[in-house]
T-cell receptor, first 113, second 113 residues
Framework: GENVEQHPSTLSVQEGDSAVIKCTYSDSASNYFPWYKQELGKRPQLIIDIRSNVGEKKDQRIAVTLNKTAKHFSLHITETQPEDSAVYFCAASTGGDGQNFVFGPGTRLSVLP | DAGVIQSPRHEVTEMGQEVTLRCKPISGHDYLFWYRQTMMRGLELLIYFNNNVPIDDSGMPEDRFSAKMPNASFSTLKIQPSEPRDSAVYFC???????????FGSGTRLTVV
């Protein structure tokens, strides 16, 4: 089955700097790659996603890139702010209908003021 | 819409007792997922339903766990008998076919002592 790896496990950046989190997946049939943000004690929330027919997607300060050949995708956060501090999870779809996700282990991002 | 609603928010029970977690998905969503989150294992998919039918229960750890979805607006996850290693946060999520992104509930923090 699908296996998703995520790096780094923890990341500290200065406010205003950029943060990059990288994920790799194993199943070449995966076709949907969402990113979730989970603040302490709260539910994971979808922040951005990308489908296999797109190489890059951007939404204000966050962007995601996908390299299907290499089977990896990345989350980029620019101009980081303290409220970006959270655990970020990547995921890849495994089911034929794209609904069944396998999540990466998460990256704890700390933005230092 | 009130989102995905889970109850209870917190549950403390003694080892050997039966525990029932409840979930109400977003109205109209076709898929319902049960996840377990721990520090050691991250987010694990336990089971998911499509139109009230269980599709994949391969993540259910053992026979002590069971899940039902008697109608489109209600699902339960039952653990009987509970053990200390079942302590975790259990999330329910729902999604709409073709929409891909999950909406998570607030979770149930289960502590088995």
């Amino acid at each position: 089955g699908e296996n998703v790896e995520q790096h780094p496990s923890t990341l500290s950046v200065q406010e205003g700097d950029s943060a990059v989190i990288k994920c790799t997946y194993s199943d070449s049939a995966s076709n949907y790659f969402p990113w979730y943000k989970q603040e302490l004690g709260k539910r994971p929330q979808l922040i951005i996603d990308i489908r296999s027919n797109v190489g890059e997607k951007k939404d204000q300060r966050i962007a995601v890139t996908l390299n299907k050949t290499a089977k990896h995708f990345s989350l980029h956060i620019t101009e980081t702010q303290p409220e970006d501090s959270a655990v970020y999870f990547c995921a890849a779809s495994t089911g034929g209908d794209g609904q069944n996700f396998v999540f990466g282990p998460g990256t704890r991002l700390s933005v230092l003021p | 819409d009130a989102g995905v609603i889970q109850s209870p928010r917190h549950e403390v029970t003694e080892m050997g007792q039966e525990v029932t977690l409840r979930c109400k998905p977003i109205s109209g969503h076709d898929y319902l997922f049960w996840y377990r989150q721990t520090m050691m294992r991250g987010l694990e998919l336990l089971i998911y339903f499509n139109n009230n039918v269980p599709i994949d229960d391969s993540g259910m750890p053992e026979d002590r766990f069971s899940a039902k979805m008697p109608n489109a607006s209600f699902s339960t996850l039952k653990i009987q008998p509970s053990e200390p290693r079942d302590s975790a946060v259990y999330f329910c999520a729902s999604s709409l076919i073709g929409d891909y992104g999950y909406t998570f509930g607030s979770g149930t923090r289960l502590t088995v002592v």
